[in-house]
C-alpha cells in the first residue's frame, strides 16, 4: 500500500511539473502570471491527493464537501491539460522543424500562448460540460424479455439504483434526488447494486439516510459493492442498510410472491470481497433453479461465475460506463462489458452507468442513470 501511494504521488508530482514546463515556462509568459499558475497548479494537486486519501477530516462532512469537490474536480481538468497539451507539444515539435532558426524562438512562443490558451479553455469547459451531467441522474428505460417470468410478473418494473457513492463528495441531498427520482419512476422492485458509499461509516453515515425512503411494493434489495469493503466499515454499512429497512443479500436469496406466482431476487458480495463478504454464487443461487431469477452482482464479471446456475438476469454497476472519456476504453481490460445489455458466458446481464460518481464529480460522455427494467413474458 505505501508503494503504491508512493507510485501514484510521483505520478502526480511529475504530471503536475510537465503541465507547470506546458502551460508556464512554454509560453514564456510575464513572472508575475508565472508565480501564480505554478502557486495554483501545485494547490490544487496537493489537494486533490490530501481528498483521494481521505485527509479532509476537520468539522463535519458537509464543512469538506466544498473543499473535496474543488480538489477531486481538478484531477479531471488535469487529465484534458494533459491530453490537449501533449498534442500541443507535438504541434510545437513540427513547428520548430519546419521554421527557420532565427526565428523559431518567437514563433514557438506565439503556438505556445495560442495552445495553452486553447487547452486551458477546452479543458475547463469540457469539465464544466461533466460537472453539470454528473448531477443529473436521469431514468432510462429498458424491457428484458423471458419465457421463465411467471404471467403474473408480466410487465413487473426493477429499478436499478447502484454506485451512488455517497461520501465526501456526494451528501444527503444527492442521494434524496436520487430516491425522489426513483419514487416518482413508481418500481415495483428497487436493486441497490452496490457501491452506495464511498466513505468510513461513523463519518458518512447521514449521507444515505434517504434511502428509508424508497417505496417498491416488492421490495427494496440491496448488494455490497468493491467501495463497502473498501470503506474498511462493510459490517457497520450492511447493518445500517437493514436498519433503513433495506433488505440486504448477503449471498442470499428471496422469494417474492405476487399473485400466487414468484420468483426469486438473488445477491452476492462483490468480487473484491473476502472472508464473510467473499462472494458465493453456489450459496446465494442454492434453491432458486425452478424460478425466474434476478441476481444481483455488484461487477460484471461475477456473471463469469454464475453460469450453469439458474440466472435469468443479472443486475451490475460497477463500470461508470467509464466515467469521464476516454476511460471507457479501459474498462474492458478488467470487466466483460461497460454498459447496457450484453451476454456473458451465458448470463444475460444489464450493468448501469450508475447514479454517482467515483472521485470527481464528473461525467463526460457517460452519462449517470437509473434504468427501470420492465419484465416481460415472451
Do not use: C
Not at 434526488?177 to 453515515?205: E, F, M, Q, T
Not at 447493518?239 to 420468483?263: H, M, Q, Y
Not at 463478504?277 to 461487477?299: E, I, K, N, S
Not at 470487466?335 to 445489455?341: I, S, T
Request: aromatic content about 8%.
Amino acid at each position: 500500500m505505501a508503494l503504491f501511494a508512493l507510485i501514484a504521488v510521483s505520478v502526480v508530482g511529475l504530471l503536475t511539473f510537465w503541465l507547470h514546463r506546458r502551460l508556464v515556462v512554454a509560453p514564456g509568459w510575464q513572472t508575475r502570471w508565472r508565480y501564480a499558475v505554478t502557486a495554483v497548479l501545485v494547490a490544487l494537486t496537493a489537494l486533490a491527493v490530501v481528498a483521494l486519501a481521505g485527509g479532509l477530516r476537520w468539522g463535519t462532512a458537509d464543512d469538506t464537501r466544498p473543499v473535496a469537490w474543488l480538489g477531486l474536480t481538478w484531477l479531471v481538468v488535469a487529465l484534458y491539460l494533459a491530453l490537449g497539451l501533449a498534442a500541443a507539444q507535438l504541434l510545437a515539435l513540427i513547428t520548430w522543424l519546419v521554421t527557420a532558426r532565427e526565428q523559431r524562438s518567437t514563433v514557438l512562443r506565439r503556438v505556445n500562448r495560442a495552445t495553452a490558451v486553447l487547452v486551458t479553455t477546452a479543458a475547463l469547459g469540457t469539465t464544466a460540460y461533466g460537472v453539470v451531467a454528473a448531477a443529473d441522474p436521469t431514468i432510462t428505460r429498458t424491457t428484458h424479455t423471458s419465457a421463465s417470468l411467471p404471467q403474473s410478473f408480466d410487465g413487473t418494473t426493477v429499478a436499478l439504483v447502484t454506485d451512488l457513492h455517497a461520501g465526501i463528495v456526494h451528501g444527503s441531498d444527492f442521494t434524496q434526488k436520487v430516491v425522489d427520482r426513483v419514487n416518482a419512476a413508481r418500481p415495483d422492485i428497487v436493486v441497490l447494486s452496490g457501491d452506495l458509499v464511498d466513505a468510513p461509516y461513523d463519518r458518512h453515515r447521514s449521507e444515505i439516510a434517504p434511502l428509508a425512503g424508497l417505496d417498491a411494493p416488492l421490495g427494496v434489495f440491496a448488494v455490497t459493492g468493491n467501495h463497502e469493503i473498501y470503506t474498511g466499515s462493510t459490517a457497520e454499512w450492511v447493518a445500517e442498510w437493514k436498519r433503513l429497512g433495506i433488505t440486504v443479500l448477503t449471498n442470499t436469496s428471496e422469494v417474492v410472491t405476487r399473485d400466487g406466482e414468484t420468483i426469486s431476487i438473488a445477491g452476492v458480495h462483490d468480487y473484491e470481497g473476502t472472508g464473510e463478504f467473499a462472494p458465493d454464487p453456489q450459496r446465494a443461487l442454492t434453491g432458486t433453479a425452478d424460478a425466474f431469477t434476478l441476481y444481483v452482482a455488484h461487477q460484471p464479471r461475477l456473471a463469469q461465475n454464475s453460469q450453469n446456475l439458474g440466472v435469468d438476469l443479472q443486475l451490475s454497476g460497477h463500470t461508470h460506463g467509464g466515467q469521464v472519456w476516454p476511460f471507457e476504453l479501459f474498462v474492458p481490460l478488467q470487466q466483460p462489458m461497460v454498459e447496457g445489455f450484453a451476454v456473458i458466458d451465458g448470463v444475460p446481464v444489464i450493468t448501469s452507468r450508475g447514479a454517482g460518481t467515483w472521485g470527481p464529480p464528473v461525467r463526460v460522455a457517460a452519462a449517470p442513470e437509473i434504468p427501470l427494467i420492465t419484465l416481460r413474458k415472451a
